[in-house]
T-cell receptor, first 115, second 110 residues
């Protein structure tokens, strides 16, 4: 079955440290790939997306993500975390083809940033 | 396990019909959201609610309307469906920093 997995429910990092949030998907072909961030009480904001081409994608707020086909992964990274990055992060995939275009979210990773 | 439900999952309907997309959550969350998403595009917030009798328009203008009479229920209504309303509609609820999503409703207006 098609699925999206974010294996880390909660991650805590110190301000200034590097960050990597993991996302894996299960599907027979390459889907559209997204990372969203939700700050407390806010709606979702798109950080970046991958459709095709260069597998390293740059997003807003200094985030980037790398698509690795061999690992069915789309991990989100940031070299130096700021306190304002504390939020919940969602990986999402959208299956291509047919008339479904189903959008599926992972369960989210909650990021805590220590001063 | 989070419990937020959307019905129907798929709907094909004729132009001019009135439709209501249902969204219910059993977690007691005050904040609920409706998003619209076209294939390959990002989500757009079309409605949100911070509690009973509270509804606000989102970032993307939408001809749909919502109501929040009960905490657990946040239905979305289109009075007269048009082909331009064909899209995926995703409901979510949140508490503090955690958000939970429904399975989505794939609407096709023919």
């Amino acid at each position: 079955a098609q699925s999206v997995t974010q294996p880390d429910i909660h991650i805590t990092v110190s301000e200034g440290a590097s960050l990597e949030l993991r996302c894996n998907y299960s599907y027979g072909a390459t889907p559209y790939l997204f990372w969203y961030v939700q700050s407390p009480g806010q709606g979702l904001q798109l950080l970046l997306k991958y459709f095709s081409g260069d597998t390293l994608v740059q997003g807003i707020k200094g985030f980037e993500a790398e698509f690795k086909r061999s690992q069915s992964s789309f991990n989100l990274r940031k070299p130096s975390v700021h306190w304002s990055d504390a939020a919940e992060y969602f990986c999402a995939v959208q299956w291509r083809g047919g008339s479904n275009y189903k959008l599926t979210f992972g369960k989210g990773t909650l990021l805590t940033v220590n001063p | 396990e989070a419990d937020i439900y959307q019905t129907p999952r798929y709907l094909v309907i004729g132009t001019g019909k009135k439709i209501t997309l249902e969204c219910s959550q059993t977690m007691g969350h005050d904040k609920m959201y409706w998003y619209q998403q076209d294939p390959g595009m990002e989500l757009h917030l079309i409605h949100y609610s911070y509690g009973v009798n509270s509804t606000e328009k989102g970032d993307l203008s939408s001809e749909s309307t919502v109501s929040r009479i009960r905490t657990e229920h946040f239905p979305l209504t289109l009075e007269s469906a048009r082909p331009s309303h064909t899209s995926q509609y995703l409901c979510a609820s949140s508490e503090l920093a955690r958000a939970f999503f429904g399975q989505g409703t794939r609407l096709t207006v023919v």
